[in-house]
T-cell receptor
Framework: QKEVEQNSGPLSVPEGAIASLNCTYS??????FFWYRQYSGKSPELIMS????GDKEDGRFTAQLNKASQYVSLLIRDSQPSDSATYLC????????????FGAGTRLFVKA | EADIYQTPRYLVIGTGKKITLECSQT?????MYWYQQDPGMELHLIHY???????EKGDLSSESTVSRIRTEHFPLTLESARPSHTSQYLC??????????????????FGPGTRLTVL
């Protein structure tokens, strides 16, 4: 079983809609969670990090963390075509030598 | 703004050649990483370092080697390039200690990548 699981997609949403991206992880003691965006042919760039249960908002992006259920999600409100990218969930693995484990990513397409 | 650099950005080389991919960061980060990523595919960790003179192999078996003699520099070397090494190589760094002035969140910052083609 992979330690960080994401639906590979593609997830297709119309412009202006809410895009919801989900991620589950297996390490119950993970403490740090990250969402990265990667455009085709480019390097990943950090969108948000979250460390506590609940919601964290930054502009059109909201990260949600539920440690009891071991999932973290990213909501993108008012989706724009420029949001079309692959979104990587990453979890800091405490028992694995504190490495950050990346999911395989979810491809998002926002249709104009 | 992350200050992490990779050279060269693109490299086309013949089979059997020795190559070194350079990665440097000016943020004082203690940890550095090398990932391999094929187009449209997931990231694979091939090497990482927790600090000077500390290097570890990652999850993906690799024929490359790395060194960490200085905090800011983490080169990756292929002794004999093969077509199977054709891929995108991404370097990243993170601060787990807070020494760089930011909280030690271990957020990884990526370089622009080196696209390697071995003929």
């Amino acid at each position: 079983q992979k330690e960080v699981e994401q639906n590979s997609g593609p997830l297709s949403v119309p412009e202006g809609a809410i895009a919801s991206l989900n991620c589950t992880y297996s390490d119950r003691v993970s403490q740090s969670f990250f969402w990265y965006r990667q455009y085709s042919g480019k390097s990943p760039e950090l969108i948000m990090s979250i460390y506590s249960n609940g919601d964290k908002e930054d502009g059109r992006f909201t990260a949600q963390l539920n440690k009891a259920s071991q999932y973290v999600s990213l909501l993108i409100r008012d989706s724009q075509p420029s949001d079309s990218a692959t979104y990587l969930c990453a979890v800091k693995d405490v028992y694995g030598g504190f490495k950050t484990i990346f999911g395989a990513g979810t491809r998002l397409f926002v249709k104009a | 703004e992350a200050d992490i650099y990779q050279t060269p950005r693109y490299l086309v080389i013949g089979t059997g050649k020795k190559i070194t991919l350079e990665c440097s960061q000016t943020m004082g980060h203690d940890k550095m990483y090398w990932y391999q990523q094929d187009p449209g595919m997931e990231l694979h960790l091939i090497h990482y370092s927790y600090g000077v003179n500390s290097t570890e192999k990652g999850d993906l078996s690799s024929e490359s080697t790395v060194s960490r003699i200085r905090t800011e520099h983490f080169p990756l070397t292929l002794e004999s390039a093969r077509p199977s090494h054709t891929s995108q190589y991404l370097c990243a760094s993170s601060d787990s200690t807070g020494a760089s002035g930011r909280a030690g969140t271990d957020t990884q910052y990526f370089g622009p990548g080196t696209r390697l083609t071995v003929l």
